[in-house]
């Protein structure tokens, strides 16, 4: 069974950075896809960003483009999310997800199938 466990949020100020981690164990597939959503309060859930473990294409949510970079460390079956330029509207419960296949936008819409319990991020001053 994959396992997904999220770190890295916290409290920052507007302006500020963040990186998230996303630990992965339990790979039945020689590919997957890693992504991070979020979901602020009374919002509905939205696809940041994701990442192919075999060629490492990415695609990201027009809102995170430029600010948010998405990268994979493969021997240690991680993936990160480098946050900066935050904003207040960042803020959220941030969730790494995986899908045995490959990267695409399609994926941030309907989501994945695998889940971790989620970090939260708040942006504020």
């Known amino acids: 069974q994959l396992q997904l466990v999220e770190s890295g949020g916290g409290l920052v100020q507007p302006g500020g950075s963040l990186r998230l981690s996303c630990a992965a164990s339990?790979?039945?597939?020689?590919?997957?896809?890693i992504g991070w959503f979020r979901q602020a309060p009374g919002k509905e859930r939205e696809g940041v960003s994701c990442?192919?473990?075999?060629?490492?294409?990415?695609y990201y949510a027009d809102s995170v483009k430029g600010r948010f970079t998405i990268s994979r460390d493969n021997a240690k079956n991680t993936v990160y999310l480098q946050m900066n330029s935050l904003k207040p509207e960042d803020t959220a419960v941030y969730y790494c997800?995986?899908?045995?296949?490959?990267?695409?936008?399609?994926?941030?819409?309907?989501?994945?199938?695998?889940w971790g319990k989620g970090t939260l991020v708040t942006v504020s001053s």
């Open positions: 339990g790979f039945t597939s020689d590919y997957y896809a």
């Open positions: 990442i192919s473990s075999s060629d490492g294409s990415t």
């Open positions: 997800a995986a899908d045995p296949t490959v990267c695409t936008y399609y994926l941030l819409i309907v989501g994945m199938d695998y």
